[in-house]
T-cell receptor, first 115, second 111 residues
Framework: DTGVSQNPRHKITKRGQNVTFRCDPI?????LYWYRQTLGQGPEFLTY????????KSRLLSDRFSAERPKGSFSTLEIQRTEQGDSAMYLC?????????????FGQGTRLTVV | GESVGLHLPTLSVQEGDNSIINCAYS??????FIWYKQESGKGPQFIID?????DKRQGQRVTVLLNKTVKHLSLQIAATQPGDSAVYFC??????????FGKGTMLLVSP
């Protein structure tokens, strides 16, 4: 499978715990994006990387959130001291920016439930 | 016809009909637009894209129309099938900006 892969698919955690999600993009893609989606809403941008550099962070990304892409390949998104409001689907996407078509391809997402 | 549900506008059509889903975008500087299809429990799936130097683009059974004057985007699906039932999102972006998604429209196709 050469699509975007996200792990885990589901995560249930207690409030106050830390969680980490992983995204493996399409291998030749230089951009990687993190989005959050709540029920009935469109995906909301969180942050993106161009290779290993984190170029933009949304104001939605509080200090409890951190993302890394250390070698310009896979990325992790960590949420510290989770709150119930963090419950959402976390989507990762990748694209080959700079080409004629730079559409973002999405993974299946990680559904986080904070209890 | 169209109706507003609890969370999303909903378009209900019969199998075989043509569907038109509309989207108003917000940033006049956006030069790239994409339609995504999202089925329950899955990530958004790319359908078709269009750049701002075009006003129409056709794919297989789908056509995207762009009206920059009124910042309006539409997705036309020909001969709608039950498998087309999903939530459809438009997204705008381009250049150094990232994709911004609209709120979505739920398409329900009855056999």
């Amino acid at each position: 499978d050469t699509g975007v892969s996200q792990n885990p698919r589901h995560k249930i955690t207690k409030r106050g715990q830390n969680v980490t999600f992983r995204c493996d993009p399409i291998s030749e893609h230089n951009r990687l994006y993190w989005y959050r989606q709540t029920l009935g809403q469109g995906p909301e941008f969180l942050t993106y990387f161009q290779n290993e550099a984190q170029l933009e962070k949304s104001r939605l990304l509080s200090d409890r959130f951190s993302a890394e892409r250390p070698k310009g390949s896979f990325s992790t998104l960590e949420i510290q001291r989770t709150e119930q409001g963090d419950s959402a689907m976390y989507l990762c996407a990748s694209s080959e920016w700079g080409q004629a078509r730079d559409e973002a391809f999405f993974g299946q997402g990680t559904r986080l439930t904070v209890v | 016809g169209e109706s507003v549900g609890l969370h999303l506008p909903t378009l209900s059509v019969q199998e075989g009909d043509n569907s038109i889903i509309n989207c108003a975008y917000s940033n006049s500087a956006s030069d790239y637009f994409i339609w995504y299809k999202q089925e329950s429990g899955k990530g958004p799936q790319f359908i078709i894209d269009i750049r701002s130097n075009m006003d129409k683009r056709q794919g297989q059974r789908v056509t995207v129309l762009l009206n920059k004057t009124v910042k309006h985007l539409s997705l036309q699906i020909a001969a709608t099938q039950p498998g087309d039932s999903a939530v459809y999102f438009c997204a705008e972006g381009g250049g150094y900006s990232t994709l911004t998604f609209g709120k979505g429209t739920m398409l329900l196709v009855s056999p």
